[in-house]
Nanobody
Framework: QVQLVESGGGLVQPGGSLRLSCVAS????????MGWYRQAPGKQRDLVAT???????NYADSVKGRFTISRDNAKNTAYLQMHSLKPEDTAVYYC????????????????WGQGTQVTVSS
């Protein structure tokens, strides 16, 4: 089985910073793209940022210049460093990963974590 666990969420004032972590564990051969998404109450889940296994990144326009995605392949971990947080960044943040579980199979499946709440408020 494969599990993704996010951590690092919380309450922060506008202009503050937070760092989210996402650890993938279980039967894993390799991880391709890892990503962060967020979902505010009553809204759809939206892309925040993605990173490939070689470090190529992609960001939503709303977070460019404020958020940085990174990963540690040896630890099967992705990070999301968030600066200059705004009230509109308030959401549940979800991590996902495209994982190949076995060396003998090229099949990749997308797994999701349970999410971590980020609240930006004074």
């Amino acid at each position: 089985q494969v599990q993704l666990v996010e951590s690092g969420g919380g309450l922060v004032q506008p202009g503050g910073s937070l760092r989210l972590s996402c650890v993938a564990s279980g039967s894993i051969f390799s991880i391709d793209v890892m990503g962060w998404y967020r979902q505010a109450p009553g809204k759809q889940r939206d892309l925040v940022a993605t990173i490939t296994s070689v470090g190529t990144t992609n960001y939503a326009d709303s977070v460019k210049g404020r958020f940085t995605i990174s990963r540690d392949n040896a630890k099967n971990t992705a990070y999301l460093q968030m600066h200059s947080l705004k009230p509109e960044d308030t959401a549940v943040y979800y991590c996902n990963a495209d994982i190949r579980r076995y060396s003998y199979s090229s099949v990749r499946n997308r797994y999701w974590g349970q999410g971590t709440q980020v609240t930006v408020s004074s």
